[in-house]
């Protein structure tokens, strides 16, 4: 299950129990349509819910990584699996945005607001 929200230039994403396609499709959309109407964006991604996600989510994931890899400037990741800080750093051989796990959220926000000015 995914949640998302948006602040301005900031997408907030929550993810719980098993990621899926179905979810990764919704998160696609919703970035896409707030990049249309706010340009170059944030996204601040939990996935400390996550419990598993799917092979076909990884994939679709370097795919709108390749896509849209100069759309997005900074992306927070707030997870405590090293398996999530490796794949962060992978994704960030795909796009321009500059990645960063984190194990909070008060830490991401505050490294994300140093890029906003």
């Known amino acids: 299950m995914i949640s998302i929200e948006h602040e301005d230039k900031l997408t907030l994403v929550g993810v719980?129990?098993?990621?899926?396609?179905?979810?990764?499709?919704?998160?696609?959309?919703?970035?896409?349509a707030q990049l249309k109407s706010q340009g170059r964006l944030n996204l601040l991604i939990d996935l400390t819910g996550m419990l598993e996600y799917t092979l076909d989510v990884a994939l679709e994931d370097i795919r709108f990584a390749r896509e849209h890899a100069r759309d997005v400037g900074r992306i927070a990741i707030?997870?405590?699996?090293?398996?999530?800080?490796?794949?962060?750093?992978?994704?960030?051989l795909f796009i321009d945005s500059d990645v960063k796990v984190f194990d909070s959220?008060?830490?991401?926000?505050e490294w994300?607001?140093?890029?906003?000015g």
Do not use: C, H, K, M
């Open 16 to 32: 719980f129990g098993e990621f899926t396609v179905a979810d990764y499709r919704q998160f696609e959309e919703e970035v896409g």
């Open 112 to 116: 994300l607001d140093e890029g906003a």
């Open 105 to 109: 959220e008060a830490l991401a926000r």
């Open 78 to 92: 707030i997870s405590n699996e090293d398996l999530v800080a490796w794949l962060a750093l992978l994704t960030a």
